[in-house]
């Protein structure tokens, strides 16, 4: 049975995933290696206005390469346990993006590096300086967002609506 999905609620819920995203510098960063295990790190970001993520990584972290190799990644956003009431229901956002890397003559790369400068500070000039360094965009493609027990959405993209998850059966 599905019901309509009240629309304040889902605007609430819409508010509520991008203060989520907000709240953080960082993102949970999830790829696969050249022999198919499976890796997790972090990465600091910028956003642009169409929902995109950028990431400056090392070649020295395993997950560059395997950015570079596999085109796709997982982003998990998730609320801190100290702010959640039951650690098997904390809000999160896991979404699943294309990679692409964003060469140096790219109008973007500027744009996105001087936007890190801005959000991270001197760190950020220090880390231009080196060789290793590589501008990458996330793109997302599709998501779930959880607010807890029973109350989820899939996110529908490019738009960033909210569709309410129900239950099977």
Request: charge should be negative.
């Amino acid at each position: 049975m599905t019901t309509t999905p009240d629309p304040s609620e889902l605007k609430q819920a819409e508010a509520d995933c991008q203060a989520l995203i907000e709240a953080y510098q960082t993102l949970l960063l999830s790829t696969v290696a050249a022999d198919g295990q499976p890796e997790i790190s972090y990465a600091p970001f910028v956003r642009d206005a169409s929902g995109q993520f950028y990431i400056f990584v090392s070649e020295l972290a395993g997950h560059t390469k395997n950015l570079q190799r596999q085109g796709r990644a997982a982003v998990l956003f998730i609320r801190d346990e100290n702010e959640t009431r039951n650690p098997f229901a904390r809000e999160r956002l896991v979404l699943s993006c294309q990679v692409l890397e964003v060469p140096s003559d790219d109008p973007r790369h500027e744009e996105m590096l001087s936007r890190m400068t801005q959000r991270f500070g001197d760190t950020v000039a220090l880390l231009r300086s080196l060789p290793d360094f590589h501008l990458f965009v996330l793109i997302p493609d599709s998501g779930r967002y959880v607010v807890g027990f029973g109350k989820a959405y899939d996110l529908a993209l490019p738009e960033g609506r909210l569709l309410p998850v129900t239950p099977p059966g």
